[in-house]
């Protein structure tokens, strides 16, 4: 006696105002792009994007530090990567909600 609505998929609107909008993207930005892995886990919850999205982010910015630290950062390469990917990170953010429907 189940129904199909209980085990049917939850879309969530990833932001109910635009005011969150900012301060997610603002997260993003302020902390480096050091939170978007723990930020995109979030809107995978929410099935927004898939789990894959945080954790190739995490992959990307903690394993760079990691490989930076480890091996030197002769030529500054880490502070390009961290500033691709905060900047990718930061659209990805700010587009994030832009197809959401009522009713979806």
């Known amino acids: 006696m189940s129904s199909s609505h209980l085990n ?13 909008k900012v301060i997610w993207v603002a997260a993003i930005v302020v902390s480096a792009g050091l939170l978007a892995p ?15 999205v945080p ?11 990691i490989v930076a630290t480890i091996l030197g950062n002769s030529k500054n390469w880490e502070g390009l990567v961290l500033a691709i990917t905060l900047i990718v990170a930061a659209v ?11 009713g979806r």
Do not use: E
């Open 8 to 20: 049917a998929p939850i879309h969530a609107r990833m932001y109910a105002k635009t005011l969150h």
């Open 55 to 65: 954790a190739i982010y995490a992959v990307i910015i903690y394993g760079s530090v």
């Open 92 to 102: 990805h953010a700010a587009i994030l909600d832009t197809q959401w429907k009522p």
């Open 38 to 52: 723990p930020l995109f886990f979030i809107a995978a919850k929410k099935r927004v994007v898939s789990m894959a």
